[in-house]
């Protein structure tokens, strides 16, 4: 996802995990515009990542991508005002498209 989206020419940047995603928000210069996220993290839950996501910038977009999801989850992440919600695969261009609409 990180090749296509700098492909594409957008500033792609990485986290491993949930606490590296909310060091990058934290930065007061990170120019971050848009958070995709998996909703299976590592180290954190990304519901919960996404309460904090919303606590720190509450009009960020946030895209979610999953290969397996329960439906409470899907409404829990809707709760919290996540743009967009995916099942993997995801099609490159709507991926692109999903970006481009969280952008506006």
Not at 22 to 41: A, M, R, W, Y
Not at 74 to 80: P, S, V, Y
Request: negative net charge; hydrophobic residues 50%.
């Amino acid at each position: 996802m990180t090749r296509i989206l700098v492909r594409e020419g957008y500033l792609a940047l990485t986290a491993e995990t949930g606490r590296d995603a909310l060091g990058f928000l934290k930065t007061p210069l990170s120019p971050i515009d848009v958070v995709i996220l998996d909703l299976h993290l590592p180290d954190v839950s990304a519901i919960d990542l996404c309460a904090r996501i919303r606590e720190l910038h509450p009009d960020m977009p946030i895209v979610v991508w999953s290969g397996e999801a329960e439906p409470s989850e899907g409404a829990q992440l809707l709760e919290l005002g996540v743009h967009r919600y995916f099942r993997k695969p995801v099609a490159v261009d709507e991926l692109l498209a999903t970006v481009e609409a969280a952008l506006l």
